[in-house]
Nanobody
Framework: VQLQASGGGLVQTGGSLRLSCAASGFIFNFVPMGWYRQTPGKQRELVASITSGGRTDYADSVKGRFTISRDNAKNTVYLSMNRLKPEDTAVYYC???????????WGQGTQVTVSS
């Protein structure tokens, strides 16, 4: 299994980013996927998930600001992030969702830094 997240960067408060995650090594179409984030000293947090059929769910902290989507033809999951806040600063990873369905391989993730 390989999960390659990209698209992170440094943005100001209120800015936007779009993350992408290219997946391989498993049958992507059948797997619910999620975006997680982690900051030093804290547990990894699931912020958004999407089923194979496209049903989405969000953590309260990002609801209304983040949108998860997937392209099964491209084995890719996306996270559009708007109205970013400094507390969104973290390394973002994609993987199976929820956590119990995550693969052992997490990849390097992509750093998102929101300046105040």
């Amino acid at each position: 299994v390989q999960l390659q997240a990209s698209g992170g960067g440094l943005v100001q408060t209120g800015g936007s980013l779009r993350l992408s995650c290219a997946a391989s090594g498993f049958i992507f179409n059948f797997v619910p996927m999620g975006w997680y984030r982690q900051t030093p000293g804290k547990q990894r947090e699931l912020v958004a998930s999407i089923t194979s059929g496209g049903r989405t769910d969000y953590a309260d902290s990002v609801k209304g600001r983040f949108t998860i989507s997937r392209d099964n033809a491209k084995n890719t999951v996306y996270l559009s992030m708007n109205r970013l806040k400094p507390e969104d600063t973290a390394v973002y990873y994609c993987n199976g969702a929820p956590l119990l369905r995550a693969f052992g391989s997490w990849g390097q993730g992509t750093q998102v830094t929101v300046s105040s």
